[in-house]
């Protein structure tokens, strides 16, 4: 069974630009949520989306979005960025439904703002 | 969900077993703990998690204390590739929803 699969995976742009990562979860599976990892502050969840709706919300500013498709690949875009938005974005994709379930991350998306 | 804390990094050397800490005093009743690890430049990987009973898989095997303050991870015969940062989460068996909190974790360096 073929893993989750994040695009691009490296993604130089520059301040005030905007810019959407793709997420293509494990076959079956209907859960993505997506995590911003950086240096300083470490991993931290951004969102996530189930059947196409965000059930979960981390603390991010609005610039920070997702949308979920009905064949369950997930994008998150960010708008107008910041220097402070270069980081390495991974996503996650879990059966989901109730109570947990184990999670299996992408190799991230790099993406260094200019 | 409840704070762990682990130590920042622990040095294992190769063929032994790695014992990794992780405290977490404020857990309620209805909270596991999970561990992932994150080798260098590659995506989180589930290891193992459990409730209040010792765990043991392929990979690791989890002891957690009888008053579940505390657990360890037990890699048992580590290698190299074991070489990565683990993390201990704490977490509720929530109705719905996969949000993980991941703390600093423990760098763990695998020497030959």
């Known amino acids: 069974k073929a893993g989750v699969t994040q695009t691009p995976r490296y993604l130089i742009k520059t301040r005030g630009q905007q810019v959407t990562l793709s997420c293509s979860p494990i076959s079956g599976h209907r859960s993505v949520s997506w995590y911003q990892q950086t240096p300083g502050q470490g991993l931290q969840f951004l969102f996530e989306y189930f059947s196409e709706t965000q059930r979960n919300k981390g603390n991010f500013p609005g610039r920070f979005s997702g949308r979920q498709f009905s064949n369950s690949r997930s994008e998150m875009n960010v708008s107008t960025l910041e220097l402070g938005d270069s980081a390495l974005y991974l996503c996650?994709?879990?059966?989901?439904?109730?109570?947990?379930?184990?999670?299996?991350f992408g190799p991230g998306t790099r993406l260094t703002v200019t | 969900d409840a704070k762990t804390t682990q130590p920042p990094s622990m040095d294992c050397a190769e063929g032994r077993a790695a014992n990794l800490p992780c405290n977490h005093s404020?857990?309620?009743?209805?909270?596991?703990v999970y561990w992932y690890r994150q080798i260098h430049s590659q995506g989180p990987q589930y290891i193992i998690h459990g409730l209040k009973n010792n765990e043991t898989n392929e990979m690791a095997s989890l002891i957690i204390t009888e008053d579940r303050k505390s657990s360890t991870l037990i890699l048992p015969h580590a290698t190299l590739r074991d070489t990565a940062v683990y993390y201990c989460?704490?977490?509720?068996?929530?109705?719905?929803?996969?949000?993980?909190?991941f703390g600093e974790g423990t760098q763990l360096t695998v020497n030959p």
């Open positions: 404020t857990i309620s009743g209805n909270e596991y």
């Open positions: 996650a994709s879990s059966t989901g439904g109730q109570g947990w379930y184990e999670q299996y």
């Open positions: 989460i704490v977490r509720g068996y929530e109705t719905s929803g996969s949000r993980l909190t």
